[in-house]
Structures are given as C-alpha cells and as structure tokens.
C-alpha cells in the first residue's frame, strides 16, 4: 500500500473535522487553552461526535442516568467521566459509583450515603450562592467519609461579568477547606452554562477564558493558595 493510498484510507475512517459539532468542539478547546474543557454526554448522540472523543480521551460531563448508558455504551472509558448527581436519584448515584466514574459532583450530604462503601470515590462539591452553609455540611461529611476524598469544588458562571466574582468566591471556600480541614483542594471546575457561546462562537474568543484563568491566579495569589487544576465545562 502506498503511502497515499494509507492516508486516503485513514482520512476515510476518521470523522471529518469539517463535521460542524466537531469543528466547534475543537474550537471550544483551543479557546479555553491551557484550561481543560469537558463537554455534554448530550453531544454522543451523533456517532461521529462519540468516535472523535473517544479517540482523543475527551472528559464527558453526564448528568442523567440514559446519558450514562450512552457514554458507557459507546466507549467511553469511565475515568473520564464527570458524574453531576443532582438529577440521578439514589439508584443512579449507585450505578455511577459502580462504574468507576474519574469524579462525582454532588450537592447534598444525604446523597453520600448512597455510594458503594467498597469503592473509593472522588468527589467534588457543587458551589451555590449559600456557599459556605452548603460545602461545610457536605464537605463535613465527604471528609468523614472512608471512600470519599474530596478533590475539588465546582461553581457556575453566567455573562463574562460575574465570572470573576464566582470563581474569587470558589477560590476562597477552597481556602476555608483547607483551613478547618487541613485538606488542599486540587481541582476547580467552571461550568460555562449560558456564557459558552462567548467562548465557542464562530470567531473564536478567548477574552472569558483568559478572564477565568486571571481571577485564578488573582485569588490564588492573595489566599497565597496553591493554583488548582482548572477544567471548563462546557
């Protein structure tokens, strides 16, 4: 087989990156570069989209139980996976925690209980306006915990405006961990929510990203806290 030949062949098997989801997840992380982006389990209906990050290990926010048979289903590997527990229910908390998911974002204490005690889980608490009366419930818990290590916390941003107020916020309630509980936190994640086509329009912007990353370092610098690994959810 000739050189050409091969490379039509591959060309042939791989999906197209003119395939217009593919282009603007591509786009999504080069915009939100060196963060990490992690994208919708919604996006695996179409199979070329499915083969493209399974391929290249993309990390997969799943947020219901079908959307976690379908991430499963089509290859997937679990470790790559983010799991929000909010809308599982009890049953499908137990399924994601059997499955190995590389983290689980919870919201309530009570859903702790519902892990499979022989399994070691990492979790990150979900960030609300009441943050602090919520993570010192949830977070007394999942450091009581045996097979809970909480890892990070996870906030969501609107418009480029609130955006650095939200991730200072974070930021310093991972800073009130570390103080009563002698634990540093490594993983910040920020859930884009109705601000992603800022980032993954067209014309590719980077000015929220970049806005992210600073208040970052920002907060980081004053709380003298080490810098996080910090993941964009798209």
Do not use: K
């Not at 990353?213 to 080490?226: I, K, N, Q, T």
Request: charged residues 25%.
């Amino acid at each position: 087989m000739t050189l050409s030949t091969s490379f039509r062949s591959w060309v042939r098997a791989c999906p197209s990156v003119e395939h217009p989801e593919i282009r603007r997840m591509i786009g999504c992380r080069d915009a939100c570069a060196p963060a990490e982006v992690s994208f919708p389990a919604g996006a695996l209906r179409d199979a070329l989209v499915a083969r493209w990050v399974r391929e290249r290990r993309w990390a997969v926010d799943v947020r219901t139980v079908a959307e976690l048979h379908s991430a499963i289903s089509v290859g997937i590997h679990p470790a790559r996976m983010t799991i929000h527990a909010d809308q599982l229910g009890a049953g499908g908390i137990r399924r994601a925690s059997a499955a190995g998911a590389g983290g689980l974002v919870l919201s309530r204490r009570e859903q702790i209980a519902t892990l499979r005690a022989n399994h070691t889980h990492h979790v990150l608490l979900r960030v609300t306006d009441d943050a602090t009366r919520v993570c010192a419930s949830a977070a007394d818990a999942v450091i009581g915990c045996r097979s809970t290590v909480l890892v990070g916390l996870l906030c969501e941003v609107g418009a480029a405006g609130s955006s650095s107020a939200a991730v200072g916020d974070t930021l310093a309630e991972m800073d009130h961990i570390r103080r009563r509980y002698d634990v540093v936190l490594t993983r910040l994640v920020v859930g884009l929510g109705d601000a992603l086509p800022a980032v993954c329009s067209s014309v590719v912007r980077r000015d929220l990203a970049e806005e992210i990353g600073e208040s970052v370092d920002d907060a980081c610098a004053a709380l003298r806290f080490p810098r996080p690994v910090v993941v964009l959810a798209a």
